[in-house]
């Protein structure tokens, strides 16, 4: 498939903050007093190399070693990786999305990704499938003289090609490797991550006065038997509907449970686009932080994001300069607003085509890349990404996958409809 001219990439990215960290390390040398002027002259040199012009140096980035939105458009739109954690450690995460937020247009576009969905460890992951990589990180092979992750292009055995200093073996990053399999296997950028653990997405349900959801039928959720019909579900009960209820830990039953989750998604977007700022963050006379998610944040299940200058700076299209000493609770409340004032009828959901395949004796999800293709280009790439064979890339199992269901869905219609009162009546 041929590139369009004017299309962006997103190859340089993360590359050029890589590459800028390399630059900017032998700073860790300045309190020799000795050395400091080979460093200043070293240092200008390093950066002479860089078209300062057209990129800035990018300090304020060093640990930013993933691909984000380029510069040029990320006024316009930014992506997002959504998701929440298991109930336990080791457990596989329950909930995984990537939403595009279309800053100028207005609207949101959200691809829900069954956590069963196959990625291939052989691809430089630990484990075979997206979901199961929050508690099962890639180790990551590091040098301690040059402070860097070490790609294996720059190893020489156990030794460090660049510097000569051996390199030692660190626990990965959980929320890095899933970022990587959004940018290597979809052709997407990532500006920042939300990831909420599940006690975390029950107390926030809880502290918003719960969810209003319409059954099909009789249930029991949290101990609690609800008719069919519409309800409002507290904390436990929205996360058991929207998580557990009628999950059988299969790629078919997966992609069952997310129509629940969008009812739960979109009784909780309604919710919180209901609160003004000061109901989700404020500082009380003593300074102590107050608000739905000024609590959330300080408990014991907070939301976890790419907390930099620059991760709050892309969370909410902000310099970084004035992201840098906002607080956290301060931060994501400004977030969720900003996504509360984009009207439900402009809020899309679908899910990423593929189907249930067997990898040796394991059902798993495999995507079909076709469709993912035509998926991810007509909505969520409004700005001319490269969107294609050459960027999606994740495996898939059947070379003659089945077509899945590319429906998209608006929030406002899995809502439950109410009844408006007749004249007169109350």
């Given at each position: 498939?041929?590139?369009?001219?004017?299309?962006?990439?997103?190859?340089?990215?993360?590359?050029?903050?890589?590459?800028?960290?390399?630059?900017?390390?032998?700073?860790?040398?300045?309190?020799?007093?000795?050395?400091?002027?080979?460093?200043?002259?070293?240092?200008?040199?390093?950066?002479?190399?860089?078209?300062?012009?057209?990129?800035?140096?990018?300090?304020?980035?060093?640990?930013?070693?993933?691909?984000?939105?380029?510069?040029?458009?990320?006024?316009?739109?930014?992506?997002?990786?959504?998701?929440?954690?298991?109930?336990?450690?080791?457990?596989?995460?329950?909930?995984?999305?990537?939403?595009c937020h279309d800053r100028k247009a207005g609207s949101v576009s959200v691809?829900?990704?069954?956590?069963?969905?196959?990625?291939?460890?052989?691809?430089?992951?630990?484990?075979?499938?997206?979901?199961?990589?929050?508690?099962?990180?890639?180790?990551?092979?590091?040098?301690?003289?040059?402070?860097?992750?070490?790609?294996?292009?720059?190893?020489?055995?156990?030794?460090?090609?660049?510097?000569?200093?051996?390199?030692?073996?660190?626990?990965?990053?959980?929320?890095?490797?899933?970022?990587?399999?959004?940018?290597?296997?979809?052709?997407?950028?990532?500006?920042?991550?939300?990831?909420?653990?599940?006690?975390?997405?029950?107390?926030?349900?809880?502290?918003?006065?719960?969810?209003?959801?319409?059954?099909?039928?009789?249930?029991?959720?949290?101990?609690?038997?609800?008719?069919?019909?519409?309800?409002?579900?507290?904390?436990?009960?929205?996360?058991?509907?929207?998580?557990?209820?009628?999950?059988?830990?299969?790629?078919?039953?997966?992609?069952?449970?997310?129509?629940?989750?969008?009812?739960?998604?979109?009784?909780?977007?309604?919710?919180?686009?209901?609160?003004?700022?000061?109901?989700?963050?404020?500082?009380?006379q003593y300074g102590a932080t107050k608000g739905i998610l000024g609590k959330?944040?300080?408990?014991?299940?907070?939301?976890?994001?790419?907390?930099?200058?620059?991760?709050?700076?892309?969370?909410?299209?902000?310099?970084?300069?004035?992201?840098?000493?906002?607080?956290?609770?301060?931060?994501?409340?400004?977030?969720?607003?900003?996504?509360?004032?984009?009207?439900?009828?402009?809020?899309?959901?679908?899910?990423?085509?593929?189907?249930?395949?067997?990898?040796?004796?394991?059902?798993?999800?495999?995507?079909?890349?076709?469709?993912?293709?035509?998926?991810?280009?007509?909505?969520?790439?409004?700005?001319?990404?490269?969107?294609?064979?050459?960027?999606?890339?994740?495996?898939?199992?059947?070379?003659?996958?089945?077509?899945?269901?590319?429906?998209?869905?608006?929030?406002?219609?899995?809502?439950?409809?109410?009844?408006?009162?007749?004249?007169?009546?109350?």
């Amino acid at each position: 498939m041929s590139k369009n001219k004017g299309q962006v990439s997103l190859a340089g990215a993360a590359q050029a903050a890589n590459e800028e960290k390399k630059r900017i390390s032998p700073w860790k040398w300045i309190g020799v007093g000795v050395g400091l002027v080979a460093l200043l002259v070293t240092g200008i040199l390093l950066f002479d190399v860089v078209d300062t012009e057209e990129k800035p140096a990018l300090t304020a980035r060093e640990m930013a070693e993933y691909t984000y939105t380029a510069d040029d458009i990320a006024g316009d739109v930014a992506y997002y990786l959504l998701g929440v954690t298991g109930e336990n450690i080791g457990d596989p995460m329950d909930m995984l999305a990537v939403m595009c937020h279309d800053r100028k247009a207005g609207s949101v576009s959200v691809v829900q990704i069954p956590v069963a969905t196959y990625i291939d460890k052989n691809n430089g992951f630990a484990v075979d499938t997206i979901g199961d990589i929050w508690y099962n990180p890639q180790p990551e092979i590091f040098c301690s003289a040059c402070r860097v992750r070490v790609p294996a292009e720059e190893r020489d055995g156990k030794v460090h090609a660049t510097c000569g200093a051996d390199l030692e073996e660190r626990t990965g990053s959980a929320w890095l490797d899933l970022v990587r399999v959004i940018n290597t296997q979809y052709g997407l950028p990532i500006d920042n991550y939300l990831i909420l653990p599940r006690a975390g997405l029950a107390e926030l349900i809880e502290a918003l006065g719960g969810v209003e959801v319409e059954l099909a039928k009789k249930v029991t959720l949290a101990g609690e038997s609800y008719s069919a019909g519409v309800h409002t579900l507290m904390g436990d009960a929205a996360v058991e509907y929207a998580v557990t209820y009628n999950y059988k830990n299969t790629p078919a039953s997966d992609r069952e449970r997310m129509s629940r989750q969008r009812q739960v998604l979109a009784a909780l977007w309604q919710k919180i686009a209901a609160c003004k700022m000061e109901d989700l963050y404020y500082l009380d006379q003593y300074g102590a932080t107050k608000g739905i998610l000024g609590k959330l944040m300080t408990g014991a299940n907070p939301l976890r994001f790419n907390t930099t200058s620059f991760g709050k700076a892309r969370l909410l299209n902000i310099s970084e300069e004035a992201a840098a000493d906002m607080k956290l609770s301060d931060a994501i409340s400004r977030f969720a607003v900003q996504m509360g004032q984009v009207p439900l009828d402009r809020v899309t959901f679908s899910i990423l085509p593929g189907a249930a395949e067997k990898n040796g004796t394991v059902s798993v999800y495999s995507v079909n890349r076709e469709q993912v293709i035509a998926l991810l280009n007509e909505q969520m790439n409004a700005y001319g990404l490269y969107i294609d064979e050459d960027t999606v890339t994740a495996p898939q199992l059947n070379q003659d996958p089945k077509e899945a269901d590319l429906s998209t869905v608006t929030l406002d219609t899995v809502l439950p409809v109410t009844e408006e009162p007749e004249e007169g009546e109350e």
